[in-house]
């Protein structure tokens, strides 16, 4: 897909200087630009390389200064960083921009399926499944009876959906993610064994999430596993049963989260954070890398890391302590052989 500078400059509300008629064909950075790539300088100490860029279109901020360049055209806005993501949001969805059912695949008599749908080969869809307007399912995706996917999303290949599933509008789910395999649920029994507990709930993904690859998500045990809106999740992340995730909130790659934990809105989860079942943990919190939260966090907005985690800036001083221990040991025994001497001085005196 091909826009023009006029176009584009439209569509983000900017304010064009050059030629309108230039073509766009592709997004690129500023080092590796070249004819027909749009690329942006959001940080000033970048500027420099407008004078040497080969892109077509640049994106600046309004007051950013520009000397000498190749540029054909700039587009003026406000957050240059922002708009090169829309930028590339718009190249993204002209690549998946697929339609119509390939086959062979399977689609239920009794599923309902929307316009502009596309379903790649090898694709199954249960019975009395709801797909809506502009749905794109990548090749052997399954997805299961009664399963719910509205308008705009996107499920890419070997995507696994099991039963009952609903999926909100705009979500993007990747290759190999399984949405709604069994809880973690098992019951010991007096000889040493398990026995199994029947996992009848659900999981329900509201809109605006993104479910990286190769990430699971349980279903209920009873009632629902819940993803509120704009959830971004990275690959290999796996999500319990009954776990409650708050709006907009971020999680990296390779983290676990015990059944019935409920996080808040707006947090951020650093990569190989490891949570407890049963916790709750409060909005806009804030957690390292490789912590292990093994009890709730109830004040929002606070910083934590470490294993078990605590306080992001009383970890810190604690570090600082603890690197000091080898001399303050050093310390501590010196003073243990002086005071050894005063007594035995003491003793001698007597």
């Keep these: 897909m091909n826009f023009t500078a006029g176009e584009l400059c439209h569509w983000l509300n900017g304010r064009l200087e050059g030629n309108p008629e230039v073509v766009i064909t592709h997004p690129s950075g500023i080092e590796d630009a070249n004819e027909g790539s749009v690329s942006f300088i959001a940080n000033p100490k970048y500027l420099e390389h407008a004078a040497t860029t080969k892109a077509s279109v640049l994106l600046l901020a309004e007051s950013a200064p520009i000397g000498k360049t190749k540029v054909t055209s700039i587009i003026r806005v406000t957050e240059p960083y922002i708009a090169f993501a829309r930028v590339m949001q718009k190249f993204s969805t002209a690549l998946a921009d697929k339609t119509g059912i390939e086959q062979p695949s399977y689609i239920s008599p009794t599923a309902k399926i929307g316009c502009d749908v596309y379903i790649g080969a090898f694709a199954h869809i249960g019975d009395n499944a709801i797909i809506e307007d502009g749905v794109k399912i990548f090749p052997n995706t399954t997805i299961g009876d009664r399963c719910e996917i509205k308008k705009g999303t996107i499920i890419y290949a070997g995507v696994k959906i099991y039963a009952d599933i609903k999926i909100g509008e705009r979500c ?179």
């Design 172 to 350: 993007i789910v990747h290759a190999g993610v399984v949405i709604g395999s069994d809880g973690f649920g098992h019951a010991p029994l007096p000889d040493g064994s398990y026995m199994k507990i029947p996992q009848l709930g659900n999981v329900i993904i509201e809109d605006d999430v993104e479910i990286g690859s190769n990430s699971t998500i349980d279903r209920a045990t009873m009632g629902s596993t819940i993803i509120h809106s704009g959830v971004k999740i990275d690959n290999l992340v796996q999500i319990a049963h009954n776990v409650e995730i708050g709006e907009y909130t971020v999680i990296a790659a390779q983290t676990g989260i015990s059944g019935s934990t409920k996080i808040g809105k707006k947090c951020l989860i650093g990569g190989q954070v490891g949570f407890v079942g049963h916790i709750i943990i409060a909005d806009g919190t804030r957690i390292n890398a490789q912590s292990g939260v093994s009890k709730s966090i109830k004040d929002p907005g606070k910083a934590f890391t470490g294993s078990p985690a605590f306080n992001y800036t009383e970890s810190l001083r604690s570090q600082v302590v603890f690197r000091h221990l080898p001399s303050l040991r050093l310390k501590i025994e010196q003073l243990e052989k002086e005071l050894e001497n005063l007594k035995k001085n003491r003793l001698a005196e007597k």
